[in-house]
């Protein structure tokens, strides 16, 4: 899994005030939980972007003060009006410790029923999985060479090794569904004898 690098300082208040203050000043109050203690913190905006603005889930080596921790965005909260960023909790991560994440879900090969004219319906773009850090991969990739006309593929066919999928296990992933292309063309061929 990628990772990106973010430097941090402690907050030395804390508040509605303060917080207010510092998206003033261009920063984003932050809070670091999970580990020994909660750290609570500010980070310059624009050094979230890369990690905030992508279709990726990075890890980050977040550096408060001098000290380097391993962790994963948990939570993001933006601003009603304008989405700006207004604040982000991470959680700190072990090697030892298992984490629960959401891994975005990609589709690779020709599907049968994609050539025959169908239409390849992606319905979820990222599945739950619970597995340490060491063990998540950037995507889950799913392969669709052997999807028919009306086949779906669901939680319950995917394997990912050493992770635990938490999703529902009937919840489809993927499917082929038929246009009116298809139904046309099943209609107008002659009758087998």
Avoid: W
């Avoid at 207004?86 to 020709?110: A, C, M, R, S, W």
């Amino acid at each position: 899994m990628k990772s990106v690098s973010i430097s941090g300082s402690l907050r030395a208040n804390v508040g509605k005030k303060d917080a207010k203050a510092l998206r003033g000043q261009g920063m984003v109050p932050c809070v670091l939980y999970g580990g020994q203690e909660q750290k609570i913190f500010q980070v310059k905006y624009n050094d979230l972007l890369p990690l905030v603005y992508t279709p990726e889930v990075l890890t980050v080596e977040l550096n408060i003060d001098g000290k380097k921790i391993n962790a994963l965005m948990q939570e993001i909260q933006f601003h009603p009006v304008n989405d700006r960023i207004i604040h982000i909790d991470f959680l700190e991560i072990f090697d030892n410790k298992p984490v629960v994440i959401d891994i975005p879900v990609t589709t690779e090969g020709n599907s049968i029923g994609v050539r025959a004219g169908g239409k390849l319906v992606l319905n979820v773009r990222k599945l739950k999985v619970r597995g340490l850090p060491g063990n998540l991969p950037d995507k889950i990739s799913i392969n669709i060479d052997n999807l028919d006309l009306g086949g779906v593929i669901r939680v319950s066919e995917v394997q990912v090794k050493d992770l635990e999928l938490l999703d529902t296990p009937n919840m489809v992933i993927v499917a082929v569904k038929a246009t009116r292309n298809t139904a046309g063309a099943d209609a107008k061929a002659p009758a087998k004898k």
